[in-house]
């Protein structure tokens, strides 16, 4: 068992900002859970509004793409989208240069459920951010882009 307190302030520092934003990132998207599931109109999860959030801002995705861009495996899109398409929110049409792959799409329900959402998402993130300036969001938004492309050079 590792004694932090016998640590250097730096590693000390290292450790628990990892932790801590580890922490912050699961209660973050748990409270968003929470937050969905007191409204009986929204039937959907924080990975399937992922995918829907995507799709509004780009149209259309494959669904490597948006493996890719939610950071999730393929094999759990897969089943997102299912999901998604079993409440015709989202229709998969095949891609017209690989028949292999899928094109997706969001429906008009699936619009519908995007507008539904965002002022759920918009006033849990007043209360996320409470107390903060707009100077240190700013600085927050700033340290966490620098931390992921850290991440992404390794990845």
Known sequence: MHNIAAKSPSAKRIEMSGLLIEKTAKLFKLSFARQLMMHPEID????QWVIIQLLYKHGEMSQQDLAEQSFKD??????????????NYVLRVSDPGDRRKFIIRLTGEGAAMHARVLPI???FRNESYAGLSNEELGTLEYILN??????????
């Open 121 to 123: 998402l918009e006033e």
């Open 74 to 87: 393929a094999l759990t899109v897969t089943r997102i989208i299912d999901l998604l398409e079993n409440k």
């Open 146 to 155: 620098k931390i992921f492309t850290n991440l992404s050079k390794t990845a």
């Open 44 to 47: 959907i999860t924080v990975d």
